[in-house]
């Protein structure tokens, strides 16, 4: 699987997830995680032609597996029983997490977009 998954610069594609998340955060304290996909460069969000999810998830450091914060998807894209592209409702590929941790580590992030494929991106968390 890792071989699907694509990275790049955030600032040149509009398919990676950007993680916005505190470099460093107190131990056992809230930390708000916003995941985006297109924030530099819009990705299109057409009944054709868009993002269908967001995963999230924490790999605390030392622990052998990473922790699932989330899986949200996006399921408006402009269609309506008119057909495609004729209603005014779209979602947008954004999302906010909080979770809690003592340990330090890695935050991934996943997308979908369904004729690009599979984007992946990290962030890493200290705790002070």
Avoid: Q
């Amino acid at each position: 699987m890792k071989d699907l998954y694509k990275t790049a610069d955030w600032k040149a594609e509009k398919h990676v997830p950007v993680i916005d998340a505190p470099g460093k955060a107190s131990a056992d304290a809230p930390v708000e995680v916003s995941v985006t996909v297109g924030k530099e460069i819009a990705h299109p969000n057409t009944t054709e032609h868009f993002i269908a999810w967001i995963e999230l998830y924490f790999h605390a450091d030392g622990e052998p597996n990473p922790h699932f914060l989330g899986r949200y998807t996006f399921d408006a894209h402009g269609a309506s029983g008119e057909g495609p592209n004729t209603s005014t409702i779209y979602s947008a590929p954004k999302v906010t997490a909080v979770f809690r941790t003592g340990k330090p580590g890695t935050l991934h992030a996943a997308s979908y977009c369904n004729i690009h494929g599979l984007w992946a991106s990290e962030a890493k968390l200290a705790i002070e």
